[in-house]
């Protein structure tokens, strides 16, 4: 029988290749049974993952260096067993607005929201608005949770701005809300994470990973492959209709700025994470060891067709 793999995920277009390899049958080739699991947000899915609730953990790579560091919201305390082997994306994150918010710099005084004040994308929302002229304190900071809660908070003019990716800047921008901009790379967005301990006893579960979503995502790139991708993706994301899923396509699927071909954690995009949490953790210190925080031995594993 295939191994049992929870994996626990934010809702959203950024789960399509994982969406691809269980209904094509890559992962079970590979010999493990993929069960995917929602979270409402960060500090439920870090805590989760300390306590083995789970796997693996599709998040953002600054939640595994904040919770590595012990900066996390969580009270869980540091967790150096946290680390990421798979690189997704560079986030695909654009800053949208209320309708009355034609720049950045007008957000001073307004609220924006985040999923967690000291994680997750929050550093790199604050970098944004302090290239736009907004210092730290210009602006008040709602901690509202994952992508679903904060496009619904900014629905209901909640607040005035948040970070979202598609499709729900998609969506946002259909109901009138106003996209400011991109998160632009080099940066590392969303990674597959787990525990050490836990990844050295079931090393062919996580190579069985990697190769699953990487051939995924080499599916999904092919342009004959797009009216089937679409229709994965209508079928695993609420909301997802015909056309959204068109629109979504060459977002997530971009020549430059789409999903990781190799799927390895770029060390470059790290190496941002790093400097905007350094610059903006309320514990500032240095990060400098990118090394500390991810491993290349089951990617390289996966890429050799060896365990």
């Known amino acids: 029988m295939p191994s049992r793999l929870r994996v626990n ?3 959203g277009g950024f789960n399509w290749p994982i969406f691809v390899a269980i209904e094509k049958g890559w992962f ?15 500090i439920a899915q870090m805590t989760g993952l300390a306590a083995g609730q789970f796997e693996i953990a599709m998040t953002a790579f600054d939640n595994v260096v904040a919770y590595a560091e012990g900066q996390g919201e969580a009270p869980i305390g540091a967790q150096p067993e946290f680390f990421a082997f798979l690189g997704s994306d560079d986030s695909f994150l654009s800053l949208v607005a209320q309708p009355d918010i034609a720049f950045p710099a007008q957000l001073r005084g307004r609220t924006v929201s985040v ?18 002229g907004l210092e730290e304190g210009a602006y008040a900071v709602a901690k509202v949770g994952g992508m679903v809660q904060r496009f619904d908070s900014l629905c209901r003019g909640e607040n005035a701005a948040t970070l979202l990716s598609a499709p729900y800047d998609l969506l946002a921008r259909r109901a009138g ?12 967005g969303n990674v597959g994470a787990t525990r050490r301990g836990w990844a050295r006893s079931n090393q062919a579960s996580v190579v069985a990973y990697i190769r699953g979503y990487i051939e995924a995502v080499r599916w999904l790139y092919q342009p004959a492959n797009r009216s089937q991708a679409c229709d994965i993706l209508e079928r695993n994301v609420p909301a997802m209709t015909p056309d959204l899923a068109a629109e979504t396509y060459p977002v997530l699927l971009a020549p430059s700025g789409g999903f990781f071909r190799d799927g390895r954690v770029q060390e470059e995009g790290v190496r941002r994470v790093l400097g905007l949490r350094s610059r903006y953790a309320h514990a500032r210190r240095l990060l400098s060891d990118p090394s500390k925080y991810f491993d290349h031995h089951y990617w390289e594993l996966a890429r050799a067709g060896t365990v």
Do not use: H, N
């Open 9 to 11: 995920v934010f809702p």
């Open 177 to 188: 809300l106003r996209v400011l901009g991109r998160v632009e790379g080099p940066y590392q």
């Open 115 to 132: 999923d967690a004040a000291t994680t997750g994308y929050a550093f790199a929302l604050f970098d944004m608005l302090e290239k736009a």
């Open 28 to 42: 079970a080739r590979e010999g493990i049974a993929v069960e995917l699991q929602a979270t409402a947000g960060s």
